[in-house]
């Protein structure tokens, strides 16, 4: 299998340590990994944006800095690519865990089997909020190169417009295999680049700093309305409002009166026309975030895979012959 990895570090304050582990396995391993430093901090869509620059394959696989890439990921990945015509983005199945990969603490599973998803709107607004966590995200390099832009930096949410760009012409795939790990217990520290900052505050998770990230998120639905000329704003909308547990439940220990607040200041963005949104945030002030949290996490693993919820476009699954059906 014929891959590269590309380290792109971002004038982090641990700069030091990283570029001597990353040019020890760039000795070992010249034709493979190659190691860059930016001049100045990007922030995290700006980085993403360089490290396309610098690749060279077909495909770029993103991961975080702290998640870690599940056995088998890339061979998955590169018999989809084979397998389906002109794909142009890969949507992952992931995993959750504190200390022990072996140990996941949730799985993120969509669908069932494996799925074809035509190109336009439908495909659009399915992958829209399942590709928010980055790590295992595939999309095909020139294509997000060609749809290479700065105007959303500072939303940590870059490959959203990728993805959104690319599957109006371009068809997806989708995987049940976990391709990822995601590493629990940790803040991010974004804020430090000059987009991020009065955005996002290094180390924290405000309440703030969450309204602005649903903030960027529904800025780049509407964008890809206007630019595509597609109707997929409220599709969107709604979707991330049926789903919209995760971006409550990051607020959700912090007193009443402060959560109250927060909860007005994202419905206020239009989510208080789903339904399931009040379903969320009255079960999270009724019962804990932790009771909340594994009532969730049982009710993913009796089904295998997320719950569905609204009218969720679910592309052709693949059968068993290898061929493309109706699911």
Known sequence: MNYEIVICEDASPEREQIREVAEQYATA?????????????????????????????????????????????????????????????????????????????????YFDSESFFPAGTQTIVTFFRRCVFISGMVVRRASAHRHSTNRFDGTLLYQQHLVGQILANENGVYLPQILSHHRLGGTPDFGNSVAEQGRFVPREQTPESSVHFMCGMLRIASDLEQTLGLPVYMPITKDIGNYSYPILSIQADRSIGEFLLYLWQIAKLGFWKVPMFYIYACGLLMLRRSTCDRIIASLKRIKGRAPVLGNVYAGHARNQTGDKGKD
């Open 29 to 109: 391993y010249p034709s493979q990994l190659s190691y860059h430093e930016n001049k100045v901090n990007l922030g995290y869509d700006g980085n993403l944006r360089r490290l396309v620059e610098l690749a060279r394959g077909e495909y770029v696989l993103f991961m975080g800095n702290d998640d870690l890439l599940a056995k088998g990921a890339l061979a998955a990945v590169a018999a989809a690519v084979r397998v389906h015509a002109d794909v142009g983005v890969v949507l992952r199945s992931y995993d959750s865990f504190y200390d022990d990969p072996e140990r996941p603490v949730q799985i993120f599973r």
